[in-house]
């Protein structure tokens, strides 16, 4: 008959975050939902001192104690500990480490926190995205000098995706849209030119692009914004403003993002 824990508090040790346990255990909880829990997660807990103190803690508030412990030596004692207290306890690592030390044929590393180095990745590329997000179309001009790329171009030139993509990759990007006729924002020239790339279409392709956005709004009339010769004029005062600025240019038609993005790296020397 297993003991009853009286107050649902579960203790949870790591030499490390602890975050993956958490959501381990957090998940496992989705089947007692009628069952309220308190989890205490604690991390970075390296020594058999502070073992000892939390299960003092533990052992007060009848809890349920869970370990991960990349370190065998400090599992064992924390699983001894647990025994001769009569306190529940589960090891959530030690078993998987076993397992894939069998398989592999060497011992695993012990280093606590390694996960969280590979996740250290994780959270810069969504950083990149968020700030892309936030970038996108010149909605926050004041960010630009924190931009490791700045796109620029007219309406419907890829800016967007090619910034999402971009960001995925980890790269913090803005764009801003060039707009003929409308004064170009003072921050954009206060960028770094050899951050700045320019993406332009064939006129013919542009055109057929704004057609179909325009015709997705449903707007009739025809105006400048799909005229050929106003969209020509407004590529060749593009190509003017980019060659006098010194920023790079890019080409799109005809790529795919994957290789559009390729060139501006290539082109901007961030590979």
């Known amino acids: ?40 997660r604690i991390s970075h807990v390296l020594s058999q001192g502070q073992v000892n103190k939390l299960l003092d803690e533990a052992e007060d508030e009848h809890a349920l104690v869970f370990f991960t412990f990349v370190d065998r030596e400090l599992a064992t004692f924390t699983e001894n500990e647990c ?34 180095e590979v996740g250290e990745e994780y959270f810069h590329r969504v950083e ?3 700030f892309a997000l936030k970038n996108d179309d010149g909605q926050t001009l004041s960010h630009l000098n924190e931009a490791n790329i700045v796109l620029v171009g007219l309406s419907r030139t890829s800016k967007t995706p090619l910034s999402i993509y971009l960001s995925c990759r980890g790269w913090k990007v803005a764009n801003v849209p060039l707009v003929k006729g409308i004064t170009t924002p003072p921050a954009l020239f206060a960028v770094d030119p050899k951050n700045v790339a320019c993406l332009f279409l064939e006129t013919a392709t542009l055109v057929e692009r704004r057609q179909a956005r325009v015709k997705s709004m449903g707007v ?37 993002v994957e290789e559009t993005a390729h060139e501006v790296l290539v082109k901007l020397n961030k590979k």
């Open 220 to 256: 009739a009339k025809s105006t400048d914004y799909i005229d050929y010769d106003a969209v020509k004029d407004e590529l060749r005062w593009a190509r003017s403003l980019c060659r006098d600025r010194g920023w790079a240019v890019v080409h799109v038609d005809g790529k795919s």
């Open 83 to 116: 025994r001769s207290r009569s306190i529940d306890c589960l090891d959530l690592i030690s078993p998987i480490l076993q397992k894939l030390a069998h398989f592999f044929g060497h011992s695993p590393k012990g280093m606590p926190g390694l996960l969280h």
């Open 1 to 40: 008959m297993p003991r009853k824990i009286d107050r649902n508090v579960f203790f949870l040790l790591s030499d490390a975050t602890g975050e993956t346990a958490e959501a381990i255990l957090t998940a496992a909880l989705t089947q007692f939902r009628d069952d309220k829990v308190n989890i205490r």
């Open 128 to 130: 990149a995205m968020e």
